[in-house]
């Protein structure tokens, strides 16, 4: 029989991917928050100190040591998109979930994250502009890239690729056609509208519990197609520039049941905005100051208010 801790148990956690894996800096820069704001009853977990199963009836959750845990209350999940596994990682946040913890972001949200195809479609059932896209499930390669009507130039990335790697340009044809012998096979790949006005540039909205709470137009290095800070880009906080876009990625995030997100959108030649993608687990500028305060309210009405999805309350 295992033992029970004697210590009092926290009830938030930040759950961060396995060690040696290093977290994000603003994931870093969260910790340090959440400590300073619940002392005591915060700790960081990472997956790989965690045992889950069923005994007598019930779900348990153990460390490796043999120690008994209880769920916390709430769980702000800062697990890296592209090392998140189905059968890994993802079965994990369901079992918190099924314990009772309120996961921010739910577990299902994640799931649908991490999969770009997955984003395109509940936008796309939205209602919200995205990108003409061409993916596909077993159908050879080969023949997807000769499939009449794949224009070009487009955008090639992998359904589950993060921080900007795995995305390149194909011009023309024959650098189309050329993925299926480079390519790996791995896991799908996503043919995308390429949106010229917007090449090297895109607007990042941070969204927490429905509210924008930050935003910078991102522009890439020495003119790459992606944008992103971690490939060597830059950033310019633009808060409140673009109203309509930020209004965009609220719905962004609702229709993808997020309650924080980084909604990256690209400019169209109309000066009107498309929704790239969605990071369920965003990271942010130091200069963005609004985002830490605002996840430490988000945790706060969570604690207050009980177990829920994870999920904003955007009613009217």
Sequence with gaps: MAASLKRSVPDVWLLVRSRPAVPLASTRVLADALAAAYGSRFAVRH??????????????????????????????????????RHDHEVTLLRHLERMGSTLINS??????????????????????????????????LDRVVRTPGLDVPCVVKSVNGFGGTDVFLAPDLPTLRGTADGA???????????????????????IVDGEPVAAAVRTSRDGALASNVTRGGSAGLCAGRYPEAEALAVLAARA??????????LFTATGAHTICEVNAVPGWRPQMTAVVPAIIDCIDRRLHDGPDDGSPDLSP
């Design 256 to 265: 993808l049941g997020l309650t924080i997100a980084g909604v990256d959108l």
């Design 107 to 140: 577990q299902e949200s994640h799931a649908t994250c991490r999969n770009k195809f997955w984003q395109l479609q509940e936008l796309a059932v939205a209602g919200l502009p995205v990108p003409a896209s061409l993916s596909y499930a077993t159908t050879p």
């Design 47 to 84: 997956t790989d100190e965690l045992l889950i199963g069923v005994q007598d009836g019930r779900l348990i959750l153990r460390t490796p040591a043999g120690d008994d845990l209880p769920a916390p209350k709430v769980i702000c999940v800062r697990q890296v998109p592209g090392s998140t």
């Design 184 to 206: 790996a096979h791995d896991v799908p790949l996503l043919f995308q509208q390429y949106v010229a006005s917007s090449h090297g540039r895109d607007l990042r909205v941070v």
